[in-house]
């Protein structure tokens, strides 16, 4: 019998329809392992290719724009938002609009075009993430924004454009509508019991162990209870903390998760296309007890993807339970 | 400058980033025209490779599951739900679930292999429609369901697996995250209005007419104002009506507009893959004053669907208002 699940945090229901139960390799997709050749723009001696960076981590002694950095953020090319103006918050009948005022920034998170987020030394993650972390805290001065939404398109299924490995970062004047939902129920969740609901499911997960992706001191891996998509596994701070940052004035132990849960998927999938975004509270409520960070990994391994952008209703399937064994046992 | 929008019904906010603005030729993808030869178990003469019809539109003296239909509805064959069982609630500490009891079913609306809903006659369109309406009225006896969810995949990029045309149908013990959320966003605006947040859109868009893509005596295509994707296009009824339903008795101004409305994205963008979806008032509160049912079209034009799926949140690259007059001015 099929089951439907409810996320308790989006309130989104799933069906799990294991009667379709397949396994790791009735996924596989073109891998994404890098190749050589061609023209990269993110490429150490092309940087003048891209829009001045904002941020870098370089060896002393060397410019900016210039070879010489482990680590870059530059403005998109093509960016969706424009930093410059004012928000014009208007209304036209029913309608509501604002200015397209943000920030859309590149961070390329290794000059090596051969390497991936799986595949890099662990600095390089670790970096990223203080990238990531640096941006924000940047970001938030700015009082025309409310969110800075960071995402990685893994592969070009998965929307990214250019092979050599990067994530993004947009901000905005708004908080996004999946953030904004999962806020709304953790409220209503703390509201009733004076609990976070994503620590309460955290302390669950851990009792039975039967999602639980990996985990060391202070992070955890977990399929979700009603995963939209095979191997969908989200990264979360084991104690509560409503927003992104570091621990212990570090990043190592999440980069460390954040790594070997990519590796784990690259082991059990070939290395294949995935989107991950950061949830994290909004700028104007950064420290609060019902939200919960933490960052959602959705492989893109279904074309199956149709309806479910109307309707907002999956069909997944692959046990999440399934789907968290072959990732334990994956020989990393 | 671009600009934010906001989707009164269901909430959300689009980035409509102009900069970045597109022709339909840039969005050319294969043409989603149908090709014969090789085995399609929707063809006349295949009816036993399908579960048996459920429903089916036929010549007079023709027996089930043989040729002779013009319109037939089958059970999926690989279906996510199953009809059979209890819907067996339970909880499990802070999570919820349901057996997947529900209904799976196809609607195969030509025999004609060679034609989509585009470019077959009137009658199918017609007919398909009618379909629609039959399996919605008596799947709702079933006191387990709450929601019949019908919705199309038309081309391998938009999710079907056969080429022959079809829709689908899911009936559910819940209704589905997207629907709920427009119900709830009427519903408060009912409240404070005492109007149909919908009702109130189609007068304001009568009235402007840029973003109007063709309509006739009964019901209207619109290019939404915070349209997701390039060429997104719903079809409404002009007049309130809560629940999807045929108009004096007859199918044929919907079949007309629809069928119209695909012919100007055949036209303008070279048959491309797209998904609709119906979104009507759940079975327990079919005949309400707050929700307007419509049909939403969306083109599968664009690699970009990456982080959208996690974060709900959309660029669009075309102006409503542009893709709405390319949609008119289109010789169909």
Not at 27 to 41: E, T, Y
Not at 70 to 97: C, S, W, Y
């Amino acid at each position: 019998m099929p089951e439907l699940r409810k996320d308790p945090v989006s309130g989104r229901w799933v069906i799990i329809s294991v009667e379709r139960g397949k396994r790791p390799s009735d996924f596989l997709s073109p891998s994404q392992k890098r190749k050589s050749g061609g023209f990269c723009p993110f490429c150490p001696g092309n940087e003048h290719t891209t829009p001045p960076e904002i941020l870098a981590f370089r060896n002393a002694n060397t410019l900016p724009n210039t070879p010489g950095w482990t680590m870059r953020v530059v403005a998109n090319k093509f960016p969706a938002l424009q930093i410059h103006g004012d928000l014009n918050k208007k209304g036209e009948g029913v309608f509501d609009m604002i200015n397209g005022v943000g920030a859309h920034e590149v961070i390329i998170e290794t000059p090596d075009h051969l390497q991936s987020l799986s595949t890099a030394p662990l600095k390089f993650v670790e970096d990223t993430l203080w990238a990531f972390f640096f941006r924000i805290s940047d970001l938030k001065k700015d009082a025309r924004l409310k969110y800075a939404l960071i995402f990685k398109n893994e592969g070009e299924v998965a929307g990214a454009s250019l092979e050599h490995t990067h994530s993004q970062l947009i901000a905005l004047p708004i908080v996004p509508h999946r953030v904004k939902e999962e806020m709304d129920n953790s409220r209503r969740y703390y509201d009733a019991k004076e609990r976070c609901l994503i620590c309460d499911i955290i302390n669950q997960e851990i009792d039975s162990g039967k999602r639980v992706v990996g985990e060391n001191d202070y992070y955890i891996a977990l399929a979700p209870f009603a995963a939209r998509d095979p191997f969908e596994t989200w990264v979360l701070p084991k104690r509560h903390e409503s927003s992104f940052s570091p621990r212990d004035k570090n990043f190592t132990q999440l980069a460390e998760i954040l790594q070997r849960t990519l590796k784990q998927l690259d082991k059990v999938l070939d290395t294949p296309p995935y989107n991950f975004m950061l949830h994290t509270s909004p700028f104007k409520d950064e420290q609060n007890d019902y939200y919960h960070w933490h960052i959602e990994i959705l492989p893109r391994l279904t074309k199956r993807a149709g309806f479910e952008w109307g309707s907002g209703f999956y069909i997944n399937p692959t046990l999440p339970e399934e789907a968290a064994r072959f990732m334990r046992e994956a020989k990393i």
